[in-house]
């Protein structure tokens, strides 16, 4: 299976509405990709794309579509079909005469992108018309749309990211708008003039914020940014601050949500950089970087990912921690296909287990426990990574911390919304432990729905052959329906301890 199939799988089974293909050489796209209905931001940019499907079309909840730096040369007409799509970018593609109006920025926005695709393909339309502005009056901007990111440059027709992009706002279609039905053009030219006015004030206040969170990111400080109060933490004392001119930073390891994580180099030491490349810092995104480097720093267990240090300035916001060369376990065991004997099996459990004993013994619960987030060094020694999602039992239940994880792994009380212990840890684990001895990946092919239904219903998986019966019962006992009836970690540290 090609990574793009693993990625479009990921995709589909975790309900994302986020895909990222970039950078993937990709000359065709998959017919897999039409069938995820609920994506809303779709970036293609920086491959070897030809043509743009008209299937494009059946993505009907796509808001962004970036396909920038490929080898298009027209667009299908099907692109007026997408009611719900707000920004295009097709910058860096070699488009006919016909699509020149598309290469200006404004021109790539909701709710002129509705009206300059209409001209394009050489047809009315009248619903941009009757919509172009005011059309969300609840809006306290009277330009239609908000902003999902600016680096504070124009660089974003080279990069072929979404460093200027914009995120449409309402599509709603009031039909008594009595300015869309006045169709006055002198009216419409000075709105124009007035938006794009509002549009580079709204530039330069993004670039001072940008400059005040640079100098208050490490002072935990409050910072009123465009969502609202974007809330800095204070960095703990054990935290180094490391600059960025410091850092080498070589091929590219893997990649999330808002961050790349790079082979790298720090004063001669091989270190792994996880670089945040999301411009637009929220407060989700900071919220999940300051809990993941406050929380490595105060753990130290040999089977846990290592802080080094961070950048804080936001344009190059880092986390470094140290290298583990051998990539993570669900490559290892579902990309590579690499069989594991009884003996690193176990190894690698007990490692695991080893690590979780020490995280519930200090309060703590990962709540991201996955294949994904165990990483594999040299002699299948194993460290536990990606803290965004940990917190303190106190923590639990509150705020933020009532969250979804990967349905794959998640709990029945998580699926159910209600209130959870660290007992979700135990239960992710006993879905790991069958993933590592069975080899196959858990409830493959199956949708989050399903899973959701089967885990509910306690339906355990399977018994396999490779799963002898002693560790089948663990399996089973850590995947309890009731949380109360999973053992700790203390409990299952002794009880493999006997098995392997």
């Known amino acids: 299976m090609s990574d793009i199939q693993l990625i479009l799988r990921r995709c589909k089974r975790g309900n994302e509405i986020k895909l990222d293909l970039s950078f993937k050489q990709i000359t065709i796209l998959p017919s897999d990709i ?24 059946q993505l009907s909840t796509l808001k962004v579509l970036n396909i920038a730096n490929n080898n298009i040369i027209s667009l299908p007409n099907t692109l007026l079909q997408m009611k719900s799509l707000q920004f295009l970018n097709c910058s860096g593609n070699p488009l006919s005469n016909q699509f020149d109006k598309l290469l200006i920025d404004e021109n790539q926005i909701n ?25 969300d009056t609840s809006s306290t901007s009277n330009t239609g749309f908000n902003r999902i990111g600016s680096s504070g440059n124009n660089s974003s027709s080279n990069s ?16 008594n708008n009595t300015f869309g039905q006045a169709n006055n053009a002198s009216i419409m030219s000075q709105l124009v003039e ?6 580079q004030q709204k530039k330069k206040i993004q670039e001072l914020e940008q400059e005040l969170q640079k100098l208050s990111f490490s002072q935990g400080k409050n910072i009123q940014g465009q969502g609202g109060l974007i809330k800095v933490l204070p960095l703990l004392d054990p935290v180094q601050e490391i600059e960025f001119k410091d850092l080498e930073i070589r091929d590219a390891i893997s990649q999330g949500g808002f961050s790349i994580v790079h ?72 990309k590579q296909r690499k069989d594991l004997s009884g003996v690193q099996k176990a190894f690698i459990v007990k490692q695991i287990i080893n690590a979780f004993y020490y995280l519930h013994s200090h309060q703590i619960v990962h709540r991201d426990l996955k294949s994904y987030n165990i990483l594999l ?22 705020g933020n911390s009532k969250f979804s994880g990967t349905p794959t792994y998640m709990a029945p009380e998580l699926f159910q919304k209600k209130g959870y212990d660290e007992k979700v840890d135990v239960f992710a684990f006993g879905t790991l432990l069958w993933e590592i001895y069975a080899q196959e990946v858990p ?37 309890a329906l009731n949380p109360n009836l999973r053992p700790s970690f203390e409990k299952i540290y002794q009880e493999f301890n006997q098995l392997a």
């Not at 709710?111 to 059309?135: H, M, R, V, Y």
């Not at 072929?160 to 039909?175: A, D, L």
């Not at 060094?377 to 509150?398: E, P, T, W």
């Not at 002898?468 to 850590?478: P, Q």
Request: charged content about 20%; aromatic content about 8%.
């Open 443 to 479: 409830f493959d092919g199956l949708e989050p729905n399903d899973i959701m239904v089967r885990v509910t219903n306690d339906e355990q998986l399977p018994q396999k052959q490779t799963i002898n019966s002693s560790i089948y019962k663990l399996i089973v006992k850590c995947r």
């Open 160 to 175: 072929g990211g979404f460093g200027n992009t914009f995120y449409g706002g309402s599509n709603s279609s009031n039909s």
């Open 34 to 57: 039409y069938s995820l209905s609920q994506l809303e931001v779709l970036d293609l940019s920086n491959n070897k794309l030809n043509a743009l499907d008209p299937k494009i079309s």
């Open 111 to 135: 709710p002129q992108l509705k009206s300059i695709l209409a001209q394009c393909f050489g047809e009315e339309d009248t619903s941009s018309k009757a919509n172009l502005w005011f059309n």
């Open 377 to 398: 060094d040299v002699g299948f020694k194993i460290k536990l990574c990606d803290f965004g999602l940990a917190r303190k039992y106190s923590d639990l239940n509150q």
């Open 263 to 334: 082979k790298g180099k720090y004063k001669g030491c091989d270190v792994a950089i996880k670089k945040i490349f999301n411009p637009n810092i929220t407060q989700d995104v900071l919220d999940e970087i300051n809990n993941e480097v406050n929380m490595l720093a105060t753990l130290r267990h040999p089977n846990i990912i290592l802080l080094m240090g961070i950048v804080s300035q936001p344009q190059n916001m880092c986390i470094v921690t140290d290298l583990v060369e051998g990539g993570d376990l669900f490559t290892y065991l579902h």
């Open 194 to 199: 007035k938006d794009n006015q509002l549009n």
